[in-house]
Nanobody
């Protein structure tokens, strides 16, 4: 499975961005697709996940009510709509896919996109 992430950029606090993650290859081999982020000097952290066959979702607490993960099944694409962005959302965002035992554990994901940088200025 190959993942291509896009949509990052430089925005001001309160603005919105939408990240996209296009999947190709053996997409039937994965159960979920998710987004992680890694800020400078910090560990990679879980952001959101969505089921590939059932559109169940989960979010980390810090983004609930601001971020929405969705999927376009026909185009094998997952989106992360990010609203009310804060400076602390600044990070490289990675999309991931796989069959993790725990969706918030990045070690459980087999496939990763290249990362897209989101910078939120105050």
């Amino acid at each position: 499975v190959q993942l291509q992430a896009s949509g990052g950029g430089l925005v001001q606090a309160g603005d919105s961005l939408r990240l996209s993650c296009a999947a190709s290859g053996r997409t039937l081999s994965v159960d979920v697709m998710g987004w992680f982020r890694q800020a400078l000097g910090k560990e990679r952290e879980f952001v959101a996940v969505i089921g590939v066959r059932r559109a169940s979702t989960s979010y980390t607490d810090s983004v609930k009510g601001r971020f929405t993960i969705s999927r376009d099944v026909a185009n094998n694409t997952v989106y992360l709509q990010m609203n009310s962005l804060k400076p602390e959302d600044t990070a490289v965002y990675y999309c991931a896919a796989g069959r993790p035992s725990y969706h918030s554990n990045y070690n459980g994901y087999s496939y990763w996109g290249q990362g897209t940088l989101v910078t939120v200025s105050s």
